[in-house]
């Protein structure tokens, strides 16, 4: 079993819609957990990180359920522009502080 | 100017041949690590170092090795390539203070024959 599993889609979704994407972990010493988003043939650059408490950056909405082992990502109000591969990452502490990555979820708005 | 930068961008080698890979950063962190990316496997760590007298095996690292020359340069190597490594490889940077961010370099595509 994968250490971060995320659905790959693609979800096609039109403008304006809203999306939502999952992602599972495996390891309960998980301590840390971000989304990171990557375009195509282009390098991760972090999105944002996900607090216990849950987080939001203008239309990006993450949370955290620990309890599940569960993060999610919830974009509202889709743009073209929001068209990329969606990283679910996870750190593991007392393992060096090395991050884990899911496989990505892949998001293509459509006109 | 990019923070991170790595070369070449696209390689193309044969099977056997001795391949470098390079790393550099201008952001003065510490820590740096290289990754390999393939299709629906997220990315994996090849090797990583937290200070130039420090070097460390990742999730991946057969067939691989790696050099800091300095704390602003890390090299990946690979002695004598196969074509299941042809992949997508990044560097990445962090601060010691902040290592759950890191900063990646734009890539290096290298295919395999």
């Known amino acids: 079993r994968k250490e971060v599993e995320q659905d790959p889609g693609p979800f096609n979704v039109p403008e304006g819609a809203t999306v939502a994407f999952n992602c599972t972990y495996s390891n309960s010493a998980s301590q840390s957990f971000f989304w990171y988003r990557q375009d195509c043939r282009k390098e991760p650059k972090l999105l944002m990180s996900?607090?216990?408490s849950g987080n939001e950056d203008g239309r990006f909405t993450a949370q955290l359920n620990r309890a599940s082992q569960y993060i999610s990502l919830l974009i509202r109000d889709s743009k073209l522009s929001d068209s990329a591969t969606y990283l679910c990452v996870v750190n593991i502490k007392g393992a060096g502080n090395m991050l884990t990555f899911g496989g990505g979820t892949r998001l293509m708005v459509k006109p | 100017d990019a923070d991170v930068t790595q070369t070449p961008r696209n390689r193309i080698t044969k099977t056997g041949k001795r391949i470098m890979l390079e790393c550099s950063q201008t952001?003065?962190?510490?820590?740096m690590y290289w990754y390999r990316q393939d299709p629906g496997l997220g990315l994996r760590l090849i090797y990583y170092s937290f200070d130039v007298k420090d070097i460390n095996k990742g999730e991946i690292s057969d067939g691989y090795s790696v050099s800091r020359q300095a704390q602003a340069k890390f090299s990946l190597s690979l002695e004598s390539a196969i074509p299941n490594q042809t992949a997508l490889y990044f560097c990445?940077?962090?601060?010691?203070?902040?290592?759950?961010?890191?900063?990646f370099g734009p890539g290096t595509r290298l295919t395999v024959l």
């Open positions: 996900v607090y216990s």
């Open positions: 952001k003065g962190h510490d820590r």
């Open positions: 990445a940077t962090s601060d010691a203070a902040y290592t759950d961010t890191q900063y």
